[in-house]
Nanobody, 124 residues
Framework: QVQLVESGGGLVQAGGSLRLSCAVS????????MAWFRRPPGKEREFVSG????????LYADSVKGRFTISRDNAKSTVYLQMNSLKPDDTAVYYC?????????????????WGQGTQVTVSS
């Protein structure tokens, strides 16, 4: 079983930046496609960004494209989400997720392992 632990959330003003980290243990990190999802207050969980095993072909939701950057360090078993130019609409609980399959898909059902989430609050 793979364990995921997110960190780096917090309160930031609009226009500011945060970097989320997700440390993975229990299995070989490079065997997993990784992604970030978020759940805004009162809304459904939504895909934010995903990255393949080798760090290639990152995928982004249209709402964060150009502002967020996903990356991974397989030597450190960690995936990151750099969030710049944050907006109040980015306020959400952010979740890290792992997919042991072979295709990066935006559907949360393809991800079998999840972290506990970290709160990001962007004030206007």
């Amino acid at each position: 079983q793979v364990q995921l632990v997110e960190s780096g959330g917090g309160l930031v003003q609009a226009g500011g930046s945060l970097r989320l980290s997700c440390a993975v243990s229990g299995r070989t990190f490079s065997d997993y496609i990784m992604a970030w999802f978020r759940r805004p207050p009162g809304k459904e969980r939504e895909f934010v960004s995903g990255i393949l095993r080798n760090g290639a072909s990152p995928l982004y939701a249209d709402s964060v494209k150009g502002r967020f950057t996903i990356s991974r360090d397989n030597a450190k078993s960690t995936v990151y989400l750099q969030m710049n130019s944050l907006k109040p609409d980015d306020t959400a609980v952010y979740y890290c997720a792992a997919n042991g399959g072979y295709k990066l898909d935006k559907s949360s059902s393809t991800f079998g392992s999840w972290g506990q989430g970290t709160q990001v609050t962007v004030s206007s």
